[in-house]
């Protein structure tokens, strides 16, 4: 449960930002509560009850922005919902929240409303949409960002994890990508590439028929070609793995990074199986919500948090907790 101290009327219009600082602070100790939780349904109805809270608008409007910054379908979904909300404020976070989610359903009833709402909504719905296209790069940069970026999935064999680590091959495999992505920045600018912010989330990959069904669709523009091919086939196939795949993803990288990786996980244990990569999807939260894999994991510049491992590893690649 997040605990914020009620605002005051005059803490909402003040400072910088469209609605002040205590406004977007507010935002950000929902999110980062939320995010500490993500992957459990507590953080969902968390900032569900934020939305729709009865008698204070600032929660209103935090959890609406927060809802916009966590992104995917879900969020949208309820968002639409709340685009209804009697207080201008928190209308115009929805506003705001539905054009930063960037989700196709989101932005088509925005777009249909930029002629139809009220003025002052309609001021808010343009403002919104083109600073996120801008932002974004969505048509014409889009397609160019899509070929620079990629979200990869890395997949290991859990049964192949050395014998001294396979108590814990979750917290192995999180190491063996930290340690793969700091050989890759090494030479790039360090950690400092990932000031924006890199989030991930890992876990075993129990929904098989999930990723049966991407690869059959081609949803999210999944790309399988880095995969080991015997268990491409296997999982096309409908077959038993044998063993239980362990993921880590990350939200979306250069393809310069992208290819490094694997270059050094290939040459640093048998249990690494190859990537899948997702050129279709912005977001890592689809992975979350339909593979049912925490997005715990988080790097800032060279601070971190979420990974499940050692603090000798993360001295050695030169990482703080965050």
């Known amino acids: 449960m997040l605990n914020t101290p009620k605002p005051e009327n005059s803490d909402l219009t003040a400072g910088q930002g469209y609605l002040g600082n205590y406004y977007n602070g507010l935002i950000l100790g929902a999110i980062e509560s939320a995010l500490a939780m993500f992957g459990d349904e507590q ?57 930063q989610s ?19 909504d309609q001021r808010w719905i343009r403002r919104a949409l083109h600073y996120f296209k801008v932002l974004y790069s969505i048509h014409d940069k889009q397609l160019t960002l899509a070929k620079e970026y990629v979200l990869p999935l890395y997949v290991f064999d859990s049964n192949a994890v050395p014998d001294n680590e396979s108590p814990a091959y979750g ?29 991930g989330c890992y876990g075993d990959l129990l929904e098989e028929s999930i990723l049966q069904s991407w690869l059959r669709d081609g949803k999210y523009g999944i790309s399988i070609d880095k995969l080991d091919p015997a268990l491409v086939a296997t999982i096309s196939s409908g077959s038993k793995l044998g063993f239980i795949p362990y993921a880590v993803g990350l939200s979306r990288i250069s393809r310069e990074i992208l290819e490094f990786v694997p270059n050094f996980l290939c040459s640093s244990n048998g249990s690494y199986k190859g990537f899948i990569t997702l050129d279709g999807s912005h977001n890592i939260a689809d992975l979350d919500s339909e593979l049912s894999l925490p997005i715990k994991l988080y790097i800032q510049g060279n601070r971190c948090r979420g990974w499940e491992v050692t603090q000798e590893l993360l001295n050695e690649i030169g990482l703080k907790l965050k």
């Open 43 to 99: 953080a969902w109805k968390q900032l569900l009850q934020w939305l729709h809270h009865e008698s204070e608008i600032a929660y209103r409007a935090a959890g609406a922005e927060a809802l916009g910054r966590v992104g995917g379908s879900r969020a949208a979904d309820h968002l639409i919902k709340a685009l209804h909300d009697p207080a201008p404020m928190v209308k115009a976070a929805v506003i705001w929240a539905l054009a």
């Open 171 to 199: 917290s192995y495999c999180q190491s063996e990508v930290l340690r793969a992505l700091a050989s890759a920045v090494s030479t790039r600018g360090g950690w400092e590439l990932f000031n924006s912010g890199l989030r």
């Open 102 to 120: 960037n989700e196709p359903s989101a932005i088509k009833v925005l777009e249909s409303l930029v002629t139809t709402a009220d003025e002052s």
